[in-house]
């Protein structure tokens, strides 16, 4: 199966140390916090950042860390839980997504 680029950008609304994405495929770290990839900051857009080649077509979940950790996962705003993001992978995919509240 072919791999195709896929584009991760993230805007965080509250203090990030380090921001790191970890998922469903090897890829991505398969679930493990500690192959979670690190993601970098662009001054210039203002959003971390993170370009990874996935296998095309296919489906993939993942959430956002702040730092290596799942003590420091993605939440709502309000402190509840945020179901994994899914995606499939396909040429040309920018994925935006916006992180208002981490796990304390």
């Not at 380090?18 to 991505?28: D, H, I, M, P, T």
């Not at 993942?62 to 839980?81: D, I, M, T």
Request: with cysteine; glycine share 6%.
């Amino acid at each position: 199966m072919a791999n195709t680029k896929v584009v991760f950008n993230v805007t965080v609304n509250t203090y990030a140390k380090e921001l790191y994405l970890v998922g469903s495929n090897q890829q991505l770290g398969a679930w493990d916090a500690a192959k979670a990839l690190k993601m970098e900051y662009c001054d210039t857009c203002k959003k971390y950042t993170l370009a990874k080649m996935l296998p095309a077509g296919e489906a993939f979940e993942f959430k956002l860390l702040n730092g290596k950790s799942w003590s420091n996962v993605e939440k709502a705003q309000c402190g509840a839980e945020v179901a994994n993001h899914l995606a499939v992978a396909a040429k040309g995919l920018v994925i935006e997504l916006e992180v208002n509240n981490f796990a304390k």
